[in-house]
C-alpha cells in the first residue's frame, strides 16, 4: 500500500483519498453522529426531568411537613 502512495502527488493523498472517503463512509458517519447527539439530547432531557422531580417532591414534602405543625 505504502508503493502505491509513494508515487501519488500530495493532493491524492491529502485531498482526493479523504473526499472518496467521505462520499463513501459520509452517510455512515452522519448517521452515527446524529445518533450520538439524539443519545446525549435524550440523556440531558432525562437528568433536568428527573432533577425536577426531586424537587417538587422535595418541596411538596417541605410543606406538607410544615402543615403537619398546625
Keep these: 500500500m505504502r508503493e502505491i502512495f509513494a508515487g501519488m502527488p500530495w493532493w491524492v493523498k491529502w485531498v482526493a483519498v479523504p473526499v472518496i472517503a467521505l462520499v463513501v463512509f459520509g452517510g455512515l458517519i452522519a448517521s452515527f453522529v446524529g445518533f450520538v447527539i439524539g443519545l446525549l439530547f ?9 432533577g425536577g422531580l ?3 417532591v422535595r418541596k411538596f414534602t417541605s410543606s406538607s411537613s410544615s402543615r403537619s405543625d398546625w
Design 42 to 50: 435524550k440523556l440531558l432531557v432525562f437528568v433536568a426531568l428527573v
Design 54 to 56: 426531586i424537587y417538587v
